[in-house]
């Protein structure tokens, strides 16, 4: 594995630690912020498996432009599209006022990062 692809698995694996722990508190539960950390794992895997197949990308939050990217190598991933597009809003619009995040979302947030978070670690060679 690249040395680069390593240090973008390491910091997606931190986002997606971050997550865990926001939504484990039994008190003061922030779903807003832990839609931010979901979205930014699946970006920074996605940008992991880029860099380790060589495909070069713009600077973007865009996780659904990331995916595209990633279809010709990984074929299959062309089913979590939908998934992704829905998550790319929280890289930003969810940090400022006039957007909030549920407690379900933030959930269905994570549950979408954990599985994809799965895909890229296998295909990186990672233990899921």
């Not at 832990?34 to 895997?45: D, I, M, P, T």
């Not at 400022?96 to 895909?119: D, F, M, Q, V, W």
Request: charged content about 30%.
């Amino acid at each position: 594995m690249k040395p680069l692809t390593r240090d973008w698995a390491k910091k997606a694996e931190n986002d997606f630690k971050a997550a865990l722990q926001l939504l484990r508190r039994r008190k003061d539960v922030v779903p807003d912020a832990a839609c931010f950390f979901c979205q930014q794992s699946v970006e920074k895997y996605l940008k992991a498996r880029l860099i380790e197949a060589g495909i070069p990308f713009r600077r973007t939050h865009d996780l659904l432009q990331l995916l595209n990217l990633c279809v010709p190598v990984e074929p299959l991933w062309s089913a979590y599209a939908k998934v992704v597009d829905s998550m790319s809003d929280y890289a930003v619009d969810f940090r400022y006022p006039g957007h909030t995040a549920t407690l379900a979302e933030a959930k269905r947030a994570l549950k979408h990062c954990r599985s994809l978070r799965t895909e890229v670690r296998r295909s990186l060679g990672l233990r899921p």
